[in-house]
């Protein structure tokens, strides 16, 4: 054999030019191209997690504005019930005080409110109820217990006619005591 041989015999015949050195370049480029990608997807990686940051710090500030905005109208809400509450409460007063006012105009009532601070129309003679104690007894009236008054027996207009009949044909012969409580006349002097 000869020593000159062409350009293409001499790569043929390399040790490393076989075939299997062309599969052996194929690897090595496939593992240069998947060492590639793996950084270009944690570059990918690394600017979604910096955007998601970002995002997070945003939708942070807006809840957070939000929330301000929110506790503002619950207070303005709920001051604003209070008021109307007030409100409502003074409308009643109002209708009441006019009511009152009503009252006042009309003369019955003026008269009644005068008795039942002790004044006495012209012409009229005041009386003073003296109780057990010598005591004036006071102007409100005082129910006894219904218990205590009379037998409990209701009489009908009948067994009063009868009784009144009865007591014409035949009078007591005996005569009541007079009260022991006095009435005592306060105008007449």
């Given at each position: 054999m000869s020593r000159s041989q062409g350009p293409d015999e001499r790569r043929r015949r390399r040790p490393g030019n076989g075939p299997g050195r062309s599969r052996r370049r194929q690897v090595q480029r496939e593992r240069v191209a998947a060492v590639a990608a793996v950084r270009a997807e944690e570059r990918r990686r690394s600017r979604l997690t910096g955007r998601a940051a970002i995002l997070v710090l945003v939708l942070a500030v807006l809840a957070v504005s939000f929330a301000s905005s929110l506790r503002a109208y619950l207070q303005q809400r709920n001051h604003i019930d209070e008021l109307e509450?007030?409100?409502a409460e003074r409308k009643a007063a109002i209708e009441e005080l006019e009511d009152e006012k009503k009252r006042w105009q009309d003369d019955a009532y003026?008269?009644?409110r005068a008795r039942e601070l002790g004044y006495v129309a012209v012409g009229d003679e005041p009386f003073i109820v003296i109780g057990e104690d010598g005591e004036p007894l006071g102007t409100a009236a005082e129910l006894s217990d219904p218990a205590s008054v009379g037998s409990g027996e209701e009489r009908t207009w009948?067994?009063?006619?009868?009784?009144?009949?009865?007591?014409?044909?035949n009078p007591p012969t005996k005569i009541p005591p007079p009260p022991s409580e006095h009435l005592t006349d306060t105008g007449a002097e």
């Open positions: 509450a007030t409100i003026v008269a009644q009948i067994d009063d006619l009868w009784a009144s009949t009865r007591v014409a044909g």
